[in-house]
T-cell receptor, first 113, second 115 residues
Framework: KAGVTQTPRYLIKTRGQQVTLSCSPISGHRSVSWYQQTPGQGLQFLFEYFSETQRNKGNFPGRFSGRQFSNSRSEMNVSTLELGDSALYLC????????????FGQGTRLTVV | AQSVTQLGSHVSVSEGALVLLRCNYSSSVPPYLFWYVQYPNQGLQLLLKYTSAATLVKGINGFEAEFKKSETSFHLTKPSAHMSDAAEYFCAVSVAFCDNNDMRFGAGTRLTVKP
């Protein structure tokens, strides 16, 4: 079974631009969660989508948004990029319910200059 | 809300020595607890999980963790460290019997293994 795939792996953007990151979950998984990882703040939960609906949201400004498609693939968007948005963005997929085990992709490294 | 605290941001051990990484959790409801490992420029890989079955959980690569409710702890151990164990380790908690998959992670512990 293929794992969680995130594209692109690396991205460089300038301040004020917007960016879209993509995540393809493990086949059959309907839940996709996004996390931001930075040296200063560690791993922080952004949001979770299940069956195209946002089920839970972390404490991030409205510039961070996401969506999920009918095939469970998910995208997250960050508008009006700031230098502090530079981070590793990780996507995790889980099957419905169960033990809540999350399987992570390799992440997208976003650098804002 | 649930949370975890990892004691010690850096741990250094000699090859062959015991590895002990500490994690304490806070949760008002029965928790699910996890340990993940992250190698440089990689995502997180699940080492083991506690989901209210046996309190001593065995994971991959010789790691194990014991759930102690009285101490609200879920420390990770390995009897004999290997050079390949050098990585960052994260403890995480989610709420049991809950439909969403909102996990809260600790700050991480970087493990160094000396030859």
């Amino acid at each position: 079974k293929a794992g969680v795939t995130q594209t692109p792996r690396y991205l460089i953007k300038t301040r004020g631009q917007q960016v879209t990151l993509s995540c393809s979950p493990i086949s059959g998984h309907r839940s996709v969660s996004w996390y931001q990882q930075t040296p200063g703040q560690g791993l922080q939960f952004l949001f979770e989508y299940f069956s195209e609906t946002q089920r839970n949201k972390g404490n991030f400004p409205g510039r961070f948004s996401g969506r999920q498609f009918s095939n469970s693939r998910s995208e997250m968007n960050v508008s009006t990029l700031e230098l502090g948005d530079s981070a590793l963005y990780l996507c995790a997929s889980s099957s419905y319910g169960g033990t809540g085990v999350a399987f992570f992709g390799q992440g997208t490294r976003l650098t804002v200059v | 809300a649930q949370s975890v605290t990892q004691l010690g941001s850096h741990v250094s051990v000699s090859e062959g020595a015991l590895v002990l990484l500490r994690c304490n959790y806070s949760s008002s409801v029965p928790p699910y607890l996890f340990w993940y490992v992250q190698y440089p420029n990689q995502g997180l890989q699940l080492l083991l999980k506690y989901t209210s079955a046996a309190t001593l959980v065995k994971g991959i690569n010789g790691f194990e963790a014991e759930f102690k409710k009285s101490e609200t702890s879920f420390h990770l151990t390995k009897p004999s460290a290997h050079m390949s164990d050098a990585a960052e380790y994260f403890c995480a908690v989610s709420v049991a019997f809950c439909d969403n998959n909102d996990m809260r992670f600790g700050a991480g512990t970087r493990l160094t293994v000396k030859p």
